[in-house]
């Protein structure tokens, strides 16, 4: 599946658009780094190391996109004392996806905002209901935003 990393400003986003047409037309799915200004190609190497050495990967579930193994990070055995889960006993349900809510087709690229039952009736920025409109670079808070701007 073609990707690109990309900063929030519209150059940026244009930039990483222009690259994902060009894996697309010529057949060469990849991630693409779109942003080297901010995000080196190998990253924070020291903070990977640390991440590497404490967390692990584990099977997670998603809002909106339900369970997908090893997705997630999980406190390694030998950092078992630092774990909040084991020492207060916690217990995280899974989050309930909300009746109607389209976010995890949205996310996969199925459908678009105005597709959504939800969308500008009852899940707004204001008072949102999927995760896509929770946040200010959801797919849905920035869609309802920008679609009726000439850009």
């Known amino acids: 599946m073609p990707c690109a990393i990309a ?8 930039q990483a658009i222009s690259h994902l047409l060009e894996q697309i037309q010529n057949g060469n799915p990849r991630l ?4 080297p200004r901010a995000v080196d190609y190998n990253g ?10 404490v967390f692990e ?3 997670a579930t998603w ?40 976010c995890g087709q ?14 500008k009736l ?9 995760p896509c409109m929770v946040s200010s670079e959801g797919t849905c808070a920035a869609y309802y935003r920008y679609q009726d701007q000439d850009l």
Do not use: H, W
């Open 63 to 102: 809002r909106g996109l339900g369970e997908i193994p090893a997705s997630g990070l999980g406190i390694r055995e030998e950092f078992a004392s630092f774990d909040a889960r084991k020492i207060f006993d916690l217990a995280v349900p899974d989050a309930e996806e909300p009746k109607g809510c389209a």
């Open 57 to 59: 990967g584990v099977d």
């Open 32 to 35: 693409e780094n779109c942003y």
């Open 44 to 53: 924070n190497t020291k903070a990977q190391q640390v991440m590497e050495t």
């Open 7 to 14: 900063g929030f400003e519209p150059v940026d986003i244009l």
């Open 122 to 130: 009852v899940c707004t920025p204001m008072d949102p209901v999927g």
């Open 106 to 119: 949205i996310l996969t690229g199925m459908k678009i905002p105005p597709e959504c039952p939800l969308y």
